[in-house]
């Protein structure tokens, strides 16, 4: 049949067909291998190989089915080429010869190596690729129509539905991945912010809020002097205002209302009369619900409560803030008091202290998933009071007790981190 046909033009042929092999496994790697989320970037930008590249994949049953079509339809020609070539050369028995030749060249010229270029560089390939694919699907759809009704309905019979792929849907853990492997797209800062809005979820309100016992605020049983001390000094804003104690508030004092207050006499009940109605939450609220909770009510101050209505503590918009950008501003009442250096490697550290703040400040690995307080962590290990020299280790971090009173630890003192394992003794 090849007889009429000259030899050059058989070999010129089959190598004409064994670049439509390269160009289809390539191309099919390339357009799987995209990332979705930056194709969809690119064709919102208006890339015309990325916008024809996200139709092809919104249906990738009829792109696999146009890609095998032409890559077995040349790969078939290619080997009745081969075997015509061969009967043409040495006979007969050349034909097992060439088979032989031509499975080499196809797995590594048409198969490994454009797959691989490919996988390295999906872009560069795929882009063109789905300018050559949209019109051809459009010419060839129905054979590729019928050939996606074959196999889908032997999918079917083996129980496998369209609506079982969920593919492109990230989990928050995922996204927090995305994040961590940007590299150099992303600075530290913002990948940092980014981290910490993703983690929203996974803090509480009882993480971040100021405990009952050191909530500043106004006792209207106080006396004038003292109330006017606390509004003079006070370095906050807002201060909830009660009688007796905290869990009776009866409202929050915005400090810039009290500029009309300034010009007579102070009285109780005109600063009851510029009180906001408290605002409370539940513990346990995640902050991610909080903060949206903040903007719906345009809050900024919250009372963390229990199940029983006491109040726990109290939790700020700018706390939640500080949990995604960092520390605002640097109350000289907070990190000077709670951490001070003794030396290279050891911290006398309030017992008191947020272990949250700690781990962020100082760049710590103490558990956070149990008490909040350094005390309450040392407390929950040991089950008791313990007596000052008492020595401990957690999560690899030696601690020993340097003052304690009769229902907490006061001072602790905590050395360098030397091992990576929990233990405590």
């Excluded at 064994?18 to 194709?39: C, I, P």
């Excluded at 079509?69 to 007969?92: D, P």
């Excluded at 009688?243 to 005109?270: C, P, T, W």
């Excluded at 003052?403 to 929990?422: C, F, L, M, S």
Aim: charged content about 25%.
């Amino acid at each position: 049949m090849g007889d009429d046909v000259p030899l050059a033009a058989l070999i010129g042929l089959l190598v004409t067909l064994l670049v439509l092999s390269a160009f289809f496994s390539g191309s099919e790697t390339a357009l799987m291998s995209l990332n979705r989320y930056q194709l969809r970037h690119k064709a919102r930008e208006g890339h015309r190989g990325a916008k024809l590249a996200e139709r092809l994949l919104q249906r990738p049953d009829r792109l696999i089915g146009l890609i095998l079509l032409g890559n077995n339809l040349v790969n078939f020609s290619a080997a009745s080429l081969v075997a015509i070539i061969a009967l043409k050369i040495g006979g007969q028995p050349a034909v097992a010869l060439g088979t032989l030749i031509l499975t080499l060249v196809v797995l590594i010229f048409s198969e490994a190596a454009p797959k691989t270029l490919a996988a390295l560089h999906p872009e560069r390939l795929a882009f063109p690729a789905a300018i050559i694919y949209y019109p051809l699907l459009k010419i060839t759809y129905p054979l590729v129509w019928l050939i996606n009704f074959a196999s889908n309905g032997v999918l079917y019979v083996l129980g496998v539905r369209d609506s079982d792929a969920n593919l492109h849907a990230l989990t928050r853990e995922e996204l927090r991945t995305i994040v961590h492997e940007a590299g150099s797209r992303i600075s530290n800062r913002y990948r940092q912010m980014l981290i910490s809005i993703l983690d929203l979820e996974k803090v509480t309100v009882d993480d971040v809020m100021v405990p009952h016992n050191e909530i500043v605020g106004i006792d209207l049983d106080d006396d004038a002097e003292d109330i006017e001390r606390i509004i003079t000094e006070s370095q906050h804003t807002r201060l909830p205002v009660y009688r007796d104690n905290i869990d009776k508030v009866i409202g929050i004092l915005h400090m810039r209302r009290l500029a009309n207050l300034a010009q007579r006499s102070f009285e109780r009940d005109a600063l009851i009369e510029l009180l906001e109605e408290p605002y409370f939450v539940p513990e346990g609220t995640p902050l991610s619900t909080q903060l949206v909770q903040f903007q719906r009510r345009r809050k900024r101050v919250a009372l963390v409560v229990d199940e029983y209505g006491d109040i726990q503590g109290i939790v700020t918009l700018e706390d939640i803030l500080e949990e995604i950008v960092g520390e605002f501003t640097t109350d000289p009442a907070d990190e000077d008091d709670d951490v001070i250096r003794e030396g290279a490697n050891n911290w006398l550290v309030n017992g008191a202290a947020n272990i949250r703040e700690l781990n962020r400040s100082q760049n710590w690995g103490l558990p956070t998933d149990g008490p909040k307080t350094l005390n309450g962590l040392i407390l929950e290990l040991l089950e008791t009071i313990p007596e000052p020299t008492t020595c401990l280790k957690i999560n690899g971090y030696p601690i020993e007790i340097v003052e304690t009173d009769d229902n907490r630890i006061r001072t602790v003192r905590i050395g360098q981190r030397i091992d990576e394992t929990e233990t405590a003794a």
